[in-house]
T-cell receptor, first 117, second 111 residues
Framework: GAVVSQHPSRVICKSGTSVKIECRSL??????MFWYRQFPKQSLMLMAT?????????EQGVEKDKFLINHASLTLSTLTVTSAHPEDSSFYIC?????????????FGPGTRLLVL | AQSVTQPDIHITVSEGASLELRCNYS??????LFWYVQSPGQGLQLLLK??????LVQGIKGFEAEFKRSQSSFNLRKPSVHWSDAAEYFC?????????FGKGTRLHILP
């Protein structure tokens, strides 16, 4: 149980285009989903937290107009990188939590590798 | 502010040897602590967590960790490593409504 999927696993796009990444909780309802960014050989940095049906809460320094997050249902959240540039190339990871307590264990997706040319 | 320090960027051990990965945290209250493993091409997998109670926590894959409040540590241990344990290991603490990760320790296994 507690499986989280991400799609696509890998995407290459041209500079200036937008890319959408999907995160799905397959066997549980995710009241909260988190989006992380991981640079090579570095830790995961939280970008934003989203609760179903409400606006995402972005971490300091993350451009909300560039990284659009939608959490329209209890099993799906999407991250759209708008007008992507080479510096947006990274590994994006989502996680989902279904517990009532916010510190409940997060279950992580396999990640999406984005390369912007 | 909450923080997590993993002092060792890389650790190399021989297969069958014991393992200890260090983790120190900074948090004002009783921390919620986690250890995750990240293997190439796979998502982060939770090895174990500490919320309260017994300070020696058993996890999956034969791992355990001990919470020591006096040392602000939550070190991960395994008595005998397997080649399949080669991966990146992240210690994390819950704080400010989010998980804060350490920078990770890359574990290498010698045959």
């Amino acid at each position: 149980g507690a499986v989280v999927s991400q799609h696509p696993s890998r995407v290459i796009c041209k500079s200036g285009t937008s890319v959408k990444i999907e995160c799905r909780s397959l066997d549980f309802q995710a009241t909260t989903m988190f989006w992380y960014r991981q640079f090579p050989k570095q830790s995961l940095m939280l970008m934003a937290t989203s609760n179903e049906g409400s606006k995402a809460t972005y971490e300091q320094g993350v451009e909300k107009d560039k990284f659009l997050i939608n959490h329209a249902s209890l099993t799906l959240s999407t991250l759209t990188v708008t007008s992507a540039h080479p510096e947006d190339s990274s590994f994006y990871i989502c996680s989902a939590s279904g517990g009532e307590a916010i510190q409940e264990t997060q279950y992580f997706g396999p990640g999406t590798r984005l390369l912007v040319l | 502010a909450q923080s997590v320090t993993q002092p060792d960027i890389h650790i190399t051990v021989s297969e069958g040897a014991s393992l200890e990965l260090r983790c120190n945290y900074s948090y004002g209250a009783t921390p919620y602590l986690f250890w995750y493993v990240q293997s190439p091409g796979q998502g982060l997998q939770l090895l174990l967590k500490y919320f309260s109670g017994d300070t020696l926590v058993q996890g999956i894959k034969g791992f355990e960790a001990e919470f020591k409040r006096s040392q602000s540590s939550f070190n991960l241990r395994k008595p005998s490593v397997h080649w399949s344990d080669a991966a990146e290991y992240f210690c994390a603490v819950w704080g400010d409504d989010k998980i804060i990760f350490g920078k990770g320790t890359r574990l290498h296994i010698l045959p």
